[in-house]
């Protein structure tokens, strides 16, 4: 089913940062690459719910700032030896606004 839903002018988002969206209780990591994507992923580590919005962005990837895991942005999955994923939302740029599918 699809629900897009505007959640933040690209511009508003720093390459290599992200911005939380809210929805109910739910809450959003949206982050830009240093390439300009753009990805969601629901705002908590799959490892203990650390912040991935406070992570830090390399190439498709966010390392949590807790434990270092790396998660991979286009689906939301722990790399490495690590095992876990995190929910991820599809993402559409348009006109310069980012829609996720909630
Ligand atoms: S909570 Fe993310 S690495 Fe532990």
Redesign the pocket.
């Known amino acids: 089913m699809s629900n897009w839903t505007q959640v933040v002018e690209l511009e508003n988002i720093p390459l290599l940062g992200s911005r939380v969206f809210r929805s109910g209780e739910q809450e959003i990591a949206i982050f830009r690459t240093r390439e300009g994507r753009v990805f969601a992923l629901h705002n908590a ?1 799959p ?4 912040v991935l919005s406070e992570g830090i962005v390399h190439g498709n990837r966010v390392t ?1 700032p ?4 790396v998660i991979n942005l286009e689906d939301g999955e722990a790399q490495g030896a690590d095992e876990g994923q995190t929910a991820c939302f599809e993402v559409q740029v348009r006109q310069g606004i980012v829609y996720i599918n909630l």
């Open positions: 580590c490892h203990q719910r650390g949590c807790l434990h270092n895991w």
